[in-house]
């Protein structure tokens, strides 16, 4: 009799659930209210011919200015239901300078500037890395620098000059990643539209002696155009993963509420061939990066509201992508300001702007990161993190870079062979200009290599940590520091704990 009674009961819970959802219910979900259901919809298909470069002639090309991300209407999260204390949840985070002769837990295994990146008064540098042992390339938004020599000099050049200026030339946001399986070095660079308003994400690919023999100046790439994923908008504000079998890569067409995630499978792109490719739809994870480190899924997330995400995965064993709803901790929502050292605020620009920013996998979980405003616990604007379950879609834990004197913001994570997390983050306020510095989950501390000598009203929309290519257990990131003249110093790490 009594299991009897809970078959019954599971089966009532069941026609409950059922009753709930909505299979007919598309993306976005209803922000105002708590949906149990999971929803799914089929990946498209799509075939890309190759191109190939050697030799770095084509003439330089004026890169264009990114000011495609400029949301003319800005989305500010709704309010959801209170859950939780909006109070710190863990110790506050310091920062310190790195000192290699001092007993500190992150050590600084490579340190160099940067000093001959071009196009450096232009602000917002958006810097990313990829590393495989002494072959270390980094990029800004409109220079590509090369190591030979594991980092301890770099010489830069302009893209311009390495691929044709199709569309409406190259613009920005380039995205470094290295793949230690198939031994690629990948590179997304994003390309302006054309009189007719195409626009493109190039992808190319490259293997480490590639790089080396040619200086980096000789690529496979594959161009992925705005009009072969969407019927209208502009390919933008982009971000890179890969998994054991696809590269991921994401970009917003026709502005943050309407983000792609597209995979391409690594042999493909190693053989250099014609690639068969997977995309979704658009999906509501406004300007979302996706998740790092992960082996047989990709995730990405935004806020139904600051009690809600939406959370979506793409399973490689699947021909479809997923959402659903996952309750969080109450994180808060007001407007995002920090004034800096020499008086500006240097989070201006971020005031409205809560998408998710970082996001990496560890063992069954994902952890994805973003800015959030203060309140009467919080006194400065800080990072917000969510640790979720892939299996069960439950919050597992919620925490905070923060500290009472001064903000933390733009958080980037990337998980080691460890498990455990990388940061590379910016703050700024109170003694401090807006800079970078980097750090490990649990040690509440944030080193920095050097500070910022003047801050914008804009410090720049992401910079990266990596693990590193030849030891799973380190990273390399890419920072930066504004200069008192106006320019920009890059500068790339590498770091263990």
């Known amino acids: 009799m009594k299991n009897l009674i809970k078959y019954f009961l ?5 026609l409950a659930l059922l009753v709930n959802c909505d299979p007919g219910k598309t993306d976005p979900v209803d922000p105002s209210s708590d ?12 075939t890309i011919q190759p191109f190939r470069v050697e030799g770095g002639d084509y003439p330089a090309f004026p890169p264009t200015k990114d000011t495609l991300n400029k949301e003319t209407k800005p989305y500010y999260v709704p309010n959801g239901p209170i859950r939780g204390t909006l109070a710190p949840l863990n110790p506050e985070f310091k920062v310190d300078k790195q000192d290699d002769g001092a007993s500190q837990a992150v050590s600084f295994e ?5 000093d001959d990146a071009p196009n450096t008064s232009m602000t917002l540098p958006e810097p990313s890395v990829a590393e495989n042992g002494q072959t270390v390339m980094t990029t800004g938004n409109w220079w590509v620098s090369l190591s030979l020599d594991g980092g301890q000099s770099f010489t830069s050049v302009n893209p311009t000059t390495i691929f044709p200026n199709d569309y409406g030339g190259f613009c920005c946001d380039q995205v470094l990643q290295y793949v230690p399986e198939f031994d690629l070095f990948v590179w997304l660079l994003q390309y302006s539209q054309d009189g007719s308003g195409q626009n493109a994400i190039r992808i190319a690919v490259q293997d480490t002696q590639g790089v080396r023999n040619s200086n980096g100046t000789s690529w496979t790439y594959w161009d992925f155009t705005n009009d072969a994923l969407a019927s209208g908008g502009v390919l933008d504000y982009n971000d890179m993963s890969f998994g054991n079998q696809f590269l991921y890569w994401t970009s917003s067409i026709g502005g943050g509420a309407n983000r792609y995630v597209v995979r391409v499978p690594l042999q493909e792109l190693a053989a250099g061939g014609t690639v068969n490719y997977q995309y979704t739809g658009a999906t509501t994870a406004y300007w ?20 809600t995400m939406l959370v979506y995965s793409m399973r490689d064993n699947e021909n479809s992508y997923s959402w659903r709803e996952v309750n969080i901790n109450s994180w808060p929502n007001g407007t995002m300001s920090s004034i800096a050292a020499d ?18 996998t560890r063992e069954n979980n994902v952890i994805f990161a973003w800015n959030a405003s203060d309140n009467g616990n919080f006194p400065n604007t800080h990072v917000q993190i969510a640790e979720i379950n892939t299996s069960s879609w439950n919050l597992v834990n919620q925490m905070q870079i923060w500290n009472p004197d001064f903000a933390f913001a733009y958080p980037y994570f990337e998980t080691n062979r460890k498990g455990q997390i990388g940061i ?27 500070l910022s000598s003047r801050s914008y009203n804009n410090y720049g929309h992401y910079h990266t940590t990596r693990r590193s290519g030849t ?17 920009i110093t890059p500068y790339y790490v590498r770091y263990s704990h």
């Not at 599971?10 to 069941?14: M, S, T, W």
């Not at 983050?425 to 050097?450: E, K, L, Q």
């Not at 030891?471 to 320019?487: I, K, L, P, Q, R």
């Open 10 to 14: 599971g089966l009532l819970a069941l």
């Open 35 to 46: 949906d149990p259901c999971e929803y799914r919809d089929s990946l498209r298909i799509g």
């Open 110 to 114: 490579e340190y160099d500037e940067i």
């Open 288 to 307: 979302s990066h996706v998740s790092q480190n992960g082996n047989n899924a990709v995730y990405w997330a935004g806020h139904q509201n600051n009690s």
């Open 343 to 360: 008086g500006n605020d240097w989070l201006d620009d971020a005031s409205w702007k809560t998408y998710v920013r970082a996001a990496t």
């Open 424 to 450: 590379i983050t910016a703050f700024g306020g109170d003694i401090y200009n807006a800079s970078s510095g980097v750090g490990v989950w649990g040690d509440f501390v944030i080193y920095y290599p050097r």
């Open 471 to 487: 030891n799973a257990d380190e990273w390399v990131s890419a920072g930066f520091t504004y200069e008192t003249d106006g320019s």
